[in-house]
T-cell receptor, first 109, second 112 residues
């Protein structure tokens, strides 16, 4: 079967750094996406990794290891507005996205 | 229109009624998708369309149908709603199959 695992919830402090992990077991791999979803809103695209390594985009970075079936999203200099759910999604061999249930990130002052 | 829109924003529906959720995008994206999102389960794909005139079944297609008569519109129909179809429905589009998906604001549906 296909499976995407993420922690259900994480808490971090404003100004700090947090790493949200995602492990996957899918039928084929053609890339991994991270999305942000604020409560009551639609998911918005954050990053895409298809090759191993780190992709940096401002305060957010995403890392991929295909051999380990593992990715993480790193958020630096946390701001209160970063409180949201973060969704990991893998593009499988049929080019369909398989979604994790999301990690709810709570930022405390 | 800017991006992708959905209508209605929310709806309360009696079980057994027919309902069509509308989705329109103006980005000229080839691929479109319908998802439902339920607490703790993440996004689940209902139906998709890789290009106008074609559709495919996702993970949870039963009880739903779609059509893709043109590039811009991708309506989702519930032929006879049941309470288990209570959910938040998101439409999304991407410029190509497997590309980054951009989501509409969602439709919150309650079936009683």
């Amino acid at each position: 079967g296909q499976n995407i695992d993420q922690p259900t919830e994480m808490t971090a402090t404003e100004g700090a750094i947090v790493q949200i992990n995602c492990t996957y077991q899918t039928s084929g791999f053609n890339g991994l996406f991270w999305y942000q979803q604020h409560a009551g809103e639609a998911p918005t695209f954050l990053s895409y990794n298809v090759l191993d390594g780190l992709e940096e985009k401002g305060r957010f970075s995403s890392f991929l290891s295909r051999s380990k079936g593992y990715s993480y999203l790193l958020l630096k200099e946390l701001q209160m507005k970063d409180s949201a759910s973060y969704l990991c999604a893998v593009k499988d061999s049929n080019y369909q996205l398989i979604w994790g249930a999301g990690t709810k990130l709570i930022i405390k002052p | 229109i800017a991006g992708i829109t959905q209508a209605p924003t929310s709806q309360i529906l009696a079980a057994g009624r027919r309902m069509t959720l509308r989705c329109t995008q103006d980005m000229r994206h080839n691929a479109m998708y319908w998802y439902r999102q339920d607490l703790g389960l993440g996004l689940r794909l209902i139906h998709y369309s890789n290009t106008a005139g074609t559709t495919g079944k996702g993970e949870v297609p039963d009880g739903y149908s779609v059509s893709r008569a043109n590039t811009d519109d991708f309506p989702l129909t519930l032929a006879s709603a049941v309470p288990s179809q209570t959910s938040v429905y998101f439409c999304a589009s991407s410029d190509s199959e497997g590309g980054a998906q951009y989501f509409g604001p969602g439709t919150r549906l309650l079936v009683l």
